[in-house]
Nanobody
Framework: QVQLVESGGGLVQPGGSLRLSCAMS????????MGWYRQAPGKQRELVAA?????????KYGDSVKGRFTIARDNAENTVYLQMNSLKPEDTAVYYC??????????????WGQGTQVTVSS
């Protein structure tokens, strides 16, 4: 059974940083592209960042986070990370990890984590 468990969310002041983690079990992690999405109240879920499987040689980012967020993966730890810098109040949302569809770039898959809340406020 595939499980995705996010951690690292919290309250941070504008301009601050957070690092989210998503640990996967029950699947061969290194094969799959992985992604982060977010959903703010009253808004649709949107792609934040994605990374290809294997060595993670390719990444993609939502326009609103380019230059501020970085996605990375550690296949030995079965974990994908999202480093978030220069955070803004509009980054406030629940952040979700997703296991992408094998052999595609980028299509979200059926497995989601439970979400972790990120709140950016002074």
């Amino acid at each position: 059974q595939v499980q995705l468990v996010e951690s690292g969310g919290g309250l941070v002041q504008p301009g601050g940083s957070l690092r989210l983690s998503c640990a996967m079990s029950g699947s061969t992690f290194n094969l799959y592209p992985m992604g982060w999405y977010r959903q703010a109240p009253g808004k649709q879920r949107e792609l934040v960042a994605a990374i290809t499987g294997g060595s993670g040689g390719s990444t993609k980012y939502g326009d609103s986070v380019k230059g501020r967020f970085t996605i990375a993966r550690d296949n030995a730890e079965n974990t994908v990370y999202l480093q978030m810098n220069s955070l803004k109040p509009e980054d406030t949302a629940v952040y979700y990890c997703n296991r992408g569809r094998l052999g595609t770039w980028w299509t979200p898959g059926n497995y989601w984590g439970q979400g972790t809340q990120v709140t950016v406020s002074s």
